[in-house]
């Protein structure tokens, strides 16, 4: 077992200011255990031995702010992560959307820290199929901190491994397979989706049919938490829905009353109260 290096609140707090001075994002929001785990991973991998060798070294090289930055970002992801969730909110979810929509409604989703684009994909081609007899339109909205992520989403090639909860006949429909097991998605299917790099907290939206954020509020701390589910509360609709990762719920925050868990165990809720 290796040692963790400490670093004191002064050594953090120098390194916070570097990262929001240059790339805007407030550090703070995250759980002190998981940045110093992080920030433990690069000094070990530069054989830096001490907090304070690190935020100085952050003075002169510019380019390891930008290393840091990447390295918060844990990208892991697929295509219908959790298949159950999938299979729960098609089944259930996208009728009881389809009785609330007014007919000239286009639904709006959003993919809150989308990584490389497998979760806005898996909705895009979910809602495509659930709406086949239907003449609802849909658009994805997709976003992400770490631009590297984005940028493949949008090149939208994936290894087979990746799509493995895929049913078979989606994977030939809204996939072209090109060579070294590598699938591209459909331009149909990209074209329903809006890829944008950026912090979801200050991110621009509205009028909101669905909120996927699955995943990445495990970083956060409980007050950043807290500050997250009133932005989705905000720009939800009136009985829209809120999706969770598996370990993920928000049941001990204040905001939780305003919210049902429709569906528990797939962390579905339901906007209740404005
Ligand atoms: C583990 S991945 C989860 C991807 C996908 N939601 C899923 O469940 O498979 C977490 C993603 O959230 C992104 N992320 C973390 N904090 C974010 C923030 N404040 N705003 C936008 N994206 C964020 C990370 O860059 C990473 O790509």
């Not at 956060?220 to 807290?226: E, L, N, S, V, W």
Request: one cysteine or more; proline letters at 3%.
């Amino acid at each position: 077992m290796t040692l963790e290096i400490s670093i004191s609140v002064n050594e953090m707090e120098q390194i916070k200011e570097k990262i929001f001075e240059k790339m805007g994002l407030d550090l703070s929001y995250y759980k002190s255990t998981f940045l110093e785990r992080r920030i433990n991973v690069r000094m070990k991998l530069l054989n830096v031995s001490s907090g304070s060798e690190y935020a100085e070294l952050l003075n002169y090289e510019p380019d390891e702010i930008t290393s840091l930055y990447d390295s918060l970002s844990i990208n892991v992801t697929k295509f219908y992560r959790d298949k159950y969730v999938w299979k729960i909110f098609e089944s259930k979810v996208i009728p009881k959307l389809l009785e609330l929509k007014k007919p000239s409604d286009t639904l709006r989703i959003w993919s809150s820290g989308c990584a490389s684009g497998e979760e806005p994909y898996s909705l895009a081609i979910m809602f495509s199929e659930a709406l086949l007899s239907t003449n609802c339109k849909f658009r994805i909205l997709a976003n992400d901190i770490n631009t590297k992520a984005i940028q493949k989403a949008q090149k939208g090639i994936y290894s087979h491994e990746i799509l493995k909860n895929l049913e078979p006949h989606l994977i030939t429909k809204y996939f072209e397979k090109l060579r070294n097991d590598q699938f591209q998605i459909d331009q149909k299917i990209k074209d329903l989706v809006t890829f944008n790099v950026g912090d979801l907290i200050t991110f621009p939206t509205s009028y909101l049919d669905v909120v996927f954020c699955r995943n990445l509020l495990i970083y956060y701390t409980k007050d950043a938490q807290d500050l997250i589910f009133k932005k989705f509360f905000k720009v939800l609709k009136e009985s829209r829905f809120l999706v969770l990762g598996m370990d993920e719920s928000l049941l001990s925050n204040p905001i939780a009353r305003s919210f049902t868990p429709i569906y528990p165990r797939e962390k579905i809720y339901h906007k209740t109260r404005s």
